[in-house]
């Protein structure tokens, strides 16, 4: 379990409509991790504070049983490996057997997480070209 440091407590007056935010919870990041998040709370209009409080709310809210994006990619990759190899002989005139389209789905369930992968690790790659160019 992850441990945190920096914890200060202040006074607990209430302000208008709402308890004081009275603690305050910090943490160690890299000077290029402080410009991606200074970008997005730029590209959100909001203040840095504001923002990360919202995400770490965000994320203590969250289910843990929710979908990360890399589940969620695997599943639109799976979708767009679905949608290609069973459109493709339709759109020609084709027909798809029962047994084609079984092995279409094994072959799906099979790839998608490689694929998806593939398509994280693509735009990762792509992310440092676009925020120098």
């Not at 084609?100 to 094994?106: D, F, I, K, S, V």
């Not at 690790?121 to 440092?128: G, L, W």
């Amino acid at each position: 379990m992850a441990s945190v440091t920096n914890i200060e407590v202040i006074g607990t007056r209430k302000l208008k409509g709402r308890s004081r935010r009275s603690v305050t919870l910090s943490t160690k990041i890299t000077q290029q991790e402080l410009e991606m998040i200074s970008a997005a709370c730029e590209a959100d209009g909001r203040a840095l504070g504001e923002w990360v409080r919202e995400v770490v709310l965000m994320a203590a809210r969250s289910p843990s049983v929710a979908l990360g994006a890399e589940q969620l990619m695997t599943e639109i990759v799976g979708l767009q490996l679905f949608l290609t190899n069973v459109l493709s002989p339709i759109a020609c005139g084709g027909r798809m057997s029962t047994e084609q389209y079984q092995e279409l789905m094994r072959n799906v369930k099979t790839n998608k997480h490689r694929a998806a992968r593939e398509v994280i690790a693509q735009h990762a790659a792509e992310k440092p070209e676009e925020s120098h160019g």
